[in-house]
């Protein structure tokens, strides 16, 4: 963990307030597709994930991907590999990406590739968090938790290298405190 306290910027109650709405909105909107399948994009989505998964109405499934940008988050070069891709199959079925932020776009759009090459039924994105001010690629974000602004953010599953993943509330790294 790292010395410094983050400052809050969304506390966990807010949190979890938002993503009731969010489960109820996407439990709605999905009622009558069947089995949705809601796929993590490691590390940071695995906490969003659970509370998300766990509250929805409608039949769901689990998949994981995992991806690593070139380079660290703060300086984007905009190349993303994919490191692990989906266990099963989501040919002609619903899915949602699971993100906890999208900050330049690049990791979505590429994602967006890859789901495109399996070929399911529908994708659309969940994220809890959307920098627009940082956007560098055009990517749609079906479902967003909050709109922040350009700070570094930390908890509920993001980090500062590797710090503060389960911090209860999103905090701010100032740039002193790195
Ligand atoms: C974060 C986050 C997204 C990506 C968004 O992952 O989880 O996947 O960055 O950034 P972008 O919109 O600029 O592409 P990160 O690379 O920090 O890895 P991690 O989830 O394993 O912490």
């Given at each position: 963990m790292s010395q410094h306290v983050p400052e809050v910027m969304i506390s966990a109650e807010e949190i979890s307030r938002r993503v009731?709405?969010?489960?109820?909105?996407?439990?709605?909107?999905?009622?009558?597709?069947?089995?949705?399948?809601?796929?993590?994009?490691?590390?940071?989505?695995?906490?969003?994930?659970?509370?998300l998964s766990r509250r929805l109405t409608i039949p769901r499934t689990i998949e994981f991907i995992a991806v690593s940008s070139y380079g660290n988050r703060s300086?984007?070069?905009?190349?993303?590999?994919?490191?692990?891709d989906v266990r099963g199959s989501i040919e002609g079925r619903h899915v949602i990406?699971?993100?906890?932020?999208?900050?330049?776009g690049h990791t979505l759009d590429y994602l967006m590739g890859i789901m495109a090459s399996h070929r399911p039924a529908s994708v659309k994105c969940c994220a809890l968090l959307h920098k627009p001010v940082r956007a560098e690629v055009d990517v749609v974000v079906d479902y967003i938790g909050f709109t922040i602004p350009d700070e570094w953010v930390v908890g509920y599953g993001l980090d500062y290298a590797e710090h503060d993943r389960t911090l209860p509330y999103i905090g701010i790294v100032h740039p002193d405190d790195r």
């Open positions: 009731d709405e969010l489960a109820a909105q996407i439990s709605e909107e999905y009622a009558d597709k069947g089995d949705v399948v809601l796929i993590g994009v490691l590390k940071g989505s695995f906490i969003f994930l659970a509370d300086v984007s070069s905009g190349a993303v590999r994919l490191v692990m990406i699971v993100e906890d932020i999208v900050d330049t």
